[in-house]
């Protein structure tokens, strides 16, 4: 199997699995070695994402670690089964690396919820709000890097009009919705489009007014991405370094629950609607 020098968020999170389902045996990297006629560092450049590995030989490695989860080593067997080169990959060398597995992530998800405070969820931008929020990025992006994120968040709204479109649930803060990025006729756009892909049927958002106090996660904007089944979902923090990525069981957990708290407690999906047309008239 090749190895890659710079691996996947998606292949790091294979490998990872078939770590912790090795350590859960109680096997040592020996024995994972044994079983596929490999050495030592080989298995371990496999577990950390490096190289990369057949569902045979997952399916191999799941039935001598004793795993019973048959939904879970299909999945597994499925992550080793991606070969395809999607769209983002036109991108690799041009952007870095973060933009590139966030996209990837989008589009292998059953299901997306985010969690936005200041600006709007990247799948919902239109242009001229996109490229407002690059150009504010210290130290400043060159035109031509701004230009190409633009192009690159637009790509990413296929996910909500390809033949089998996932499942968006936003979460948006007021706050975000009254944040002027470009001005009040960019905003006005923008707005405008939220409410015009909000009537998707696989699209919701979903409005939590100031008035609702404190929430949890108020500090940065999260992505939680469902899986083929609920151990293979991931959450995608943004940072001022770049996507962060997170599927240890307690966060996994953690962001649950902030998920199902927004859900409590925002505004229905035609109260939301009818919310952001009233700021758009503000404006």
């Known amino acids: 199997m090749p190895t ?31 079983l596929l006629g490999l050495d030592r560092t080989k298995v371990s450049n496999m577990e950390s994402g490096i190289r990369s590995t057949s569902p045979e030989r997952v399916r191999i490695l799941a039935s001598n670690y004793d795993c019973s989860d048959q939904r879970y080593v299909d999945a597994l067997a499925e992550l080793a089964n991606s070969r395809e080169r ?41 242009g001229a709000y996109a490229r407002a929020i ?46 002027q990025f470009g001005g009040r006729n960019v905003t006005r756009e923008q707005l405008q489009y939220l409410c015009e892909v909000s009537e998707l049927v696989n699209v919701e958002v979903r409005v939590l007014p100031v008035e609702a106090g404190a929430f949890p996660g108020a500090g940065h904007a999260v992505l939680y991405a469902e899986g083929d089944v609920p151990r293979l979902d ?48 503000q404006l």
């Open 86 to 126: 999607g769209w983002w990959e036109q991108f690799r060398g041009s952007l870095p690396q973060g933009l590139l597995d966030v996209a990837e992530l989008e589009w292998h998800a059953t299901r997306l919820r985010s969690e936005q405070a200041v600006h709007l969820p990247g799948p919902l931008q239109v």
């Open 4 to 34: 890659r020098a710079t691996p996947t968020e998606r292949q790091k999170r294979l490998g990872a699995e078939l770590r912790k389902m090795r350590l859960a045996a109680g096997r040592t990297t020996e024995y994972a070695a044994g």
């Open 134 to 179: 690059f150009d504010a990025a210290l130290p400043p992006l060159p035109r031509s890097e701004v230009e190409l994120r633009v192009v690159f968040r637009l790509r990413r709204q296929q996910i909500l009009e390809r033949d089998n479109p996932v499942n968006y649930v936003a979460y948006v803060h007021e706050s975000a919705l009254r944040m």
């Open 234 to 281: 991931t959450v995608q923090l943004d940072s001022a370094h770049g996507p962060e990525f997170t599927h240890a069981d307690a966060q996994l957990a953690k962001y649950r629950e902030h998920m199902s708290w927004m859900h409590a407690r925002t505004l229905g999906t035609r109260e939301s609607r009818d919310f952001i047309h009233r700021i758009v008239r």
